[in-house]
């Protein structure tokens, strides 16, 4: 189901609960900032899912609310992930989901990482 993502943070989301350590992962990459891991559905033979520690919604939320620190260190771990991955040639994609429109099912900030294949048109017409 889509999530409103002007909705407060939900602190008993899928990924808050992963970065409790509830709920196991297949951890790809940690630091202090972010947590990278194999998405559960993979929509390409690559498919990493990189999130912030902090509690965040969204693109905007995150860029509004996240620290200098916070928002400098998930961009340098999607680019890690990337490279450790071998994705940078041939190419990846990365998409991050916000709200209903663009049926962002977790309500918890994430960047998904596609690469291993040609992944076609982004949108359709």
């Given at each position: 189901?889509?999530?409103?993502?002007?909705?407060?943070?939900?602190?008993?989301?899928?990924?808050?609960?992963?970065?409790?350590?509830?709920?196991?992962?297949?951890?790809?990459?940690?630091?202090?900032?972010?947590?990278?891991?194999?998405?559960?559905?993979?929509q390409?033979?690559?498919?990493?899912?990189?999130?912030?520690?902090?509690?965040?919604?969204?693109?905007?939320?995150?860029?509004?609310?996240?620290?200098?620190?916070?928002?400098?260190?998930?961009?340098?771990?999607?680019?890690?992930?990337?490279?450790?991955?071998?994705?940078?040639?041939?190419?990846?994609?990365?998409?991050?989901?916000?709200?209903?429109?663009?049926h962002?099912?977790?309500?918890?900030?994430?960047?998904?990482?596609?690469?291993?294949?040609?992944?076609?048109?982004?949108?359709?017409?």
């Amino acid at each position: 189901m889509p999530i409103d993502a002007t909705l407060p943070y939900d602190d008993q989301n899928i990924f808050a609960k992963i970065l409790r350590g509830e709920i196991p992962c297949r951890k790809v990459y940690e630091d202090e900032f972010a947590l990278a891991f194999d998405d559960i559905n993979p929509q390409a033979p690559t498919h990493v899912l990189v999130i912030p520690k902090g509690a965040y919604v969204s693109w905007d939320d995150f860029s509004e609310r996240g620290s200098e620190a916070e928002i400098a260190g998930l961009a340098r771990a999607v680019g890690r992930v990337a490279r450790d991955a071998g994705l940078v040639d041939p190419g990846y994609r990365l998409l991050i989901n916000t709200g209903v429109n663009s049926h962002q099912e977790v309500p918890h900030l994430h960047v998904h990482i596609f690469g291993g294949k040609p992944l076609g048109p982004m949108l359709a017409r």
